[in-house]
T-cell receptor, first 112, second 115 residues
Framework: TQLLEQSPQFLSIQEGENLTVYCNSS?????LQWYRQEPGEGPVLLVT?????EVKKLKRLTFQFGDARKDSSLHITAAQPGDTGLYLC????????????FGQGTTLQVKP | DAGITQSPRHKVTETGTPVTLRCHQT?????MYWYRQDPGHGLRLIHY???????DKGEVSDGYSVSRSKTEDFLLTLESATSSQTSVYFC??????????????FGEGSRLTVL
């Protein structure tokens, strides 16, 4: 059974601080996706990484896929209150696009 | 926003009663999914469909059945609801049908409480 361990599960920081969320597995994934979810809504895709060692940037967010495609990280620079939410990583296999394995999620609170 | 509508959005029911959740899409996507979300577990796949009348089980399929008679509709049925099925249920469609790396578009969720 494939598992994704996400850490930390909860993070409360002040506006302007930096943070990193980790997503680790003993399994290899063909792709790794990061989603953000707000209360009462469904998750929304932030990014997909598919190549080992790949780094993608989305404004203040930097996503990295491990060289062995078993782990990923999300780094936020100068966090803002609007970044508050639940962040989910999800690993995919090549056999089915949406049959994803999700991590437990990281709840981020950014205080003004 | 992807055209995905879930109904009902909220439901309270009693143990042992049948429940059906509906997912309707206007995107004509081939793949549709039902996930459940519980604290500490992230999202877990219940069932998915890769075409009309073509469905398969996910990792937590026990106690659930699905049907897809039309491209746009994917139904999730709890034949006899139990308290362990209290959860938030999300329908999703895949943005890519070619395999590997396709993003999921999620509905807004259906909160089910089984008393």
């Amino acid at each position: 059974t494939q598992l994704l361990e996400q850490s930390p599960q909860f993070l409360s920081i002040q506006e302007g601080e930096n943070l990193t969320v980790y997503c680790n597995s003993s399994s290899v994934f063909s792709s790794l996706q990061w989603y953000r979810q707000e209360p009462g809504e469904g998750p929304v895709l932030l990014v997909t990484v598919v190549t080992g060692g790949e780094v993608k940037k989305l404004k203040r967010l930097t996503f990295q896929f491990g060289d062995a495609r078993k782990d990923s990280s999300l780094h936020i620079t100068a966090a803002q209150p609007g970044d508050t939410g639940l962040y989910l990583c999800a690993g995919g296999s090549s056999s089915n696009t949406g049959k994803l394995i999700f991590g437990q999620g990281t709840t981020l609170q950014v205080k003004p | 926003d992807a055209g995905i509508t879930q109904s009902p959005r909220h439901k309270v029911t009693e143990t042992g009663t049948p429940v059906t959740l509906r997912c309707h899409q206007t995107e004509n996507h081939r793949y549709m999914y039902w996930y459940r979300q519980d604290p500490g577990h992230g999202l877990r796949l219940i069932h998915y469909s890769y075409g009309v009348k073509d469905t398969d089980k996910g990792e937590v399929s026990d106690g659930y059945s699905v049907s897809r008679s039309k491209t746009e509709d994917f139904l999730l049925t709890l034949e006899s609801a139990t308290s362990s099925q209290t959860s938030v249920y999300f329908c999703a469609i895949s943005g890519s049908g070619t395999g590997g790396g396709g993003e999921l578009f999620f509905g807004e969720g259906s909160r089910l409480t089984v008393l």
